[in-house]
């Protein structure tokens, strides 16, 4: 079992930048995939990034994908989101994912593949 914490939201301004980070607990971290997904208010919940067990494979949103890079740590069981240039559009709650996965190079984007949640972190973008 894994417990994941996020950190880093927070206000600011269009066009500005966020660093999220989500701190996992547990020994068998670089077991996971993880991914970030947002909800908006009267939104459905959205899948953001995702990284695969060893980093080396990524996946985006298209609305994001120039625009955010998600990374991992796994000595430091964490995971980060870097958002920059920053939209009202991205308003949201962002949650950190976790999915138990055998294989090592894949980013999963569909909810239903995750395993664990995090509590999330609001960001808010004013115009």
């Known amino acids: 079992q894994v417990q994941l914490v996020e950190s880093g939201g927070g206000l600011v301004q269009t066009g500005g930048s966020l660093r999220l980070s989500c701190a996992a607990s547990?020994?068998?971290?670089?077991?996971?995939?993880m991914g970030w997904f947002r909800q908006a208010p009267g939104k459905d919940r959205e899948f953001v990034a995702a990284?695969?067990?060893?980093?080396?494979?990524?996946r985006y949103k298209d609305s994001v994908k120039d625009r955010f890079t998600i990374s991992r740590d796994n000595a430091k069981n964490t995971i980060f989101l870097q958002m920059n240039s920053l939209t009202p559009e991205d308003t949201g709650v962002y949650y950190c994912?976790?999915?138990?996965?055998?294989?090592?190079?894949?980013?999963?984007?569909?909810?239903?593949?995750?395993?664990?949640w995090g509590q999330g972190t609001q960001v808010t973008v004013s115009s």
């Open positions: 994912a976790a999915d138990y996965t055998h294989y090592t190079t894949v980013a999963v984007s569909a909810t239903g593949e995750y395993d664990y």
């Open positions: 990284i695969s067990r060893t980093g080396s494979s990524t």
């Open positions: 547990g020994r068998t971290f670089s077991s996971y995939a």
